[in-house]
C-alpha cells in the first residue's frame, strides 16, 4: 500500500465518497507532498551553491583589484 494522508482520507470518507476513491484521492494527495518536500531540499543546495558562487566572485573580484592596484600604482 502506498503513503496516504490519513485526515484526507477520513474527510472523503465522511464527506460521502467511496472508500477505493478517498483512498487514491489520499495517495495522490501524498504523493504531490513528496514532490514538493523534494523540489525544497533542491532549493536548498541550489542556495548553498549559490552562496559558494558568490563568494567565489568576491574573491576573483578581490584579486583583480589588488592586481590592478598593483600594476597601476607603481
Same mark, same amino acid.
Given at each position: 500500500?502506498?503513503?496516504?494522508?490519513?485526515e484526507?482520507y477520513?474527510?472523503l470518507?465522511?464527506?460521502?465518497?467511496?472508500?477505493e476513491?478517498s483512498?487514491?484521492a489520499?495517495? !495522490? &494527495?501524498?504523493s504531490?507532498?513528496?514532490? %514538493?518536500?523534494k523540489?525544497e531540499n533542491?532549493? $536548498?543546495a541550489?542556495?548553498?551553491?549559490? !552562496? &559558494?558562487?558568490?563568494?567565489?566572485?568576491g %574573491?576573483?573580484?578581490a584579486?583583480a583589484?589588488? $592586481?590592478?592596484?598593483?600594476?597601476?600604482?607603481a
Amino acid at each position: 500500500m502506498a503513503t496516504m494522508i490519513s485526515e484526507v482520507y477520513d474527510a472523503l470518507k465522511e464527506a460521502g465518497a467511496s472508500e477505493e476513491k478517498s483512498r487514491k484521492a489520499a495517495e !495522490a &494527495l501524498a504523493s504531490y507532498d513528496n514532490h %514538493f518536500a523534494k523540489i525544497e531540499n533542491d532549493l $536548498t543546495a541550489i542556495r548553498g551553491e549559490l !552562496a &559558494l558562487v558568490k563568494w567565489m566572485v568576491g %574573491f576573483n573580484l578581490a584579486i583583480a583589484v589588488a $592586481t590592478l592596484w598593483k600594476v597601476f600604482s607603481a
